[in-house]
């Protein structure tokens, strides 16, 4: 069993920045491939950036791509999302995900285990 638990989102101007966690806790955390997916009002949930367990497999969505950076700290069992220059459509919840055998990383299918999220909203 893997548990995770998203937080540091909150409200910011655009063009601002945040980091969010992603606590997780079990014996094979390290094994996982970890994800981030995000969810506006309105909108099916989206994928945002995945990071493999062996450290060398790290994809973005275009939309995020050179302005989000996901990484892990697998002795800490954290997964972060750093979110720089922010723009108002980045407003969603933002949920981390885990999957044992991720065969479409930008599938919410895929992974097995998911936080509650956390509000991420951006004033224009």
């Known amino acids: 069993q893997v548990h995770l638990v998203e937080s540091g989102g909150g409200l910011v101007q655009a063009g601002g920045s945040l980091r969010l966690s992603c606590a997780g806790s079990?014996?094979?955390?390290?094994?996982?491939?970890m994800a981030w997916f995000r969810q506006a009002p309105g909108k099916e949930r989206e994928f945002v950036a995945r990071?493999?367990?062996?450290?060398?497999?790290?994809y973005y969505a275009d939309s995020v791509k050179g302005r989000f950076i996901i990484s892990r700290d697998n002795a800490k069992n954290t997964v972060y999302l750093q979110l720089n220059s922010l723009k108002p459509e980045d407003t969603a919840v933002y949920y981390c995900?885990?999957?044992?055998?991720?065969?479409?990383?930008?599938?919410?299918?895929?992974?097995?285990?998911w936080g509650q999220g956390t509000q991420v909203t951006v004033s224009s």
């Open positions: 995900a885990a999957g044992r055998t991720v065969v479409d990383g930008t599938s919410v299918y895929s992974y097995d285990y």
């Open positions: 990071r493999g367990w062996n450290g060398g497999t790290t």
């Open positions: 079990g014996r094979t955390f390290s094994s996982h491939v």
